[in-house]
């Protein structure tokens, strides 16, 4: 079945390490987009990838990094230099990144900063 | 900048009961796309529902349809025939067009209760 996974569904990190969230997506789409929601708000883009190496900042970046070697892969690195991190982190993908185009998303992962 | 509101924090509604969930959006573009999401307490969000801002009939997806009035800015879903499964957030997120790449902006969610 086609789809997006996110792993692990739950994450715990401790101050001052890096995490890494993973992505995948086998709908063969070009686009690629990962979120974030905190309770109680909607979602907030963080960066968003249209083809293969090459991707944008969104409106939250700061302390947070990603890569887009693969089509099928987009993990999210949230690394020390974010203040806040605990949120729950959803990706997207959708067929171009045309404005009319659908994004479809994965279950999400967890984080909590201990 | 572009914005959207969705003022009801929260909606009761009995099954099999119509119900209306509000949202409004703040734009200056004339080409833009309005989307509606469910996210149930597993977390996942789930597309329900598409109008773009040229349409000139409201879009309709089985028991959702999308009441669009352009003139007022709004963009309200309509859910028919409420059923229990229908208890979850649900999000009204807009997309602008003039910028040749989708990014979308979400409003706060509604939470949704259907009762028996």
């Known amino acids: 079945d086609g789809g997006i996974t996110q792993s692990p569904k739950y994450l715990f990190r401790k101050e001052g390490q890096n995490v890494t969230l993973s992505c995948e997506q086998n709908l063969n789409h070009d686009a690629m987009y990962w979120y974030r929601q905190d309770p109680g708000q909607g979602l907030r883009l963080i960066y968003y990838s249209q083809i293969v190496n090459d991707f944008q900042k969104g409106d939250i970046a700061e302390g947070y990094s990603v890569s887009r070697e693969k089509k099928e892969s987009f993990p999210l690195t949230v690394t020390s230099a974010q203040k806040n991190p605990t949120a729950f982190y959803l990706c997207?993908?959708?067929?171009?990144?045309?404005?009319?185009?659908?994004?479809?998303f994965g279950p999400g992962t967890r984080l909590t900063v201990l | 900048a572009q914005k959207i509101t969705q003022t009801q924090p929260g909606m009761f509604v009995q099954e099999k009961e119509a119900v209306t969930l509000d949202c409004t959006y703040d734009t200056s573009d004339q080409s833009y796309g309005l989307f509606w999401y469910k996210q149930p307490s597993s977390g996942e969000m789930i597309f329900l529902i598409y109008?773009?801002?040229?349409?000139?009939q409201n879009a309709t997806e089985g028991r959702y349809s999308l009441n669009f009035q352009k003139a007022r800015k709004s963009a309200n879903l309509v859910i028919s025939a409420s059923q229990l499964g229908d208890s979850a957030m649900y999000f009204c997120?807009?997309?602008?067009?003039?910028?040749?790449?989708?990014?979308?902006?979400f409003g706060t969610g509604t939470r949704l209760l259907v009762s028996p």
């Open positions: 997120a807009m997309s602008l067009m003039n910028t040749g790449f989708q990014k979308l902006v």
């Open positions: 109008q773009g801002s040229y349409d000139e």
């Open positions: 997207a993908s959708s067929a171009r990144g045309g404005p009319t185009d659908t994004q479809y």
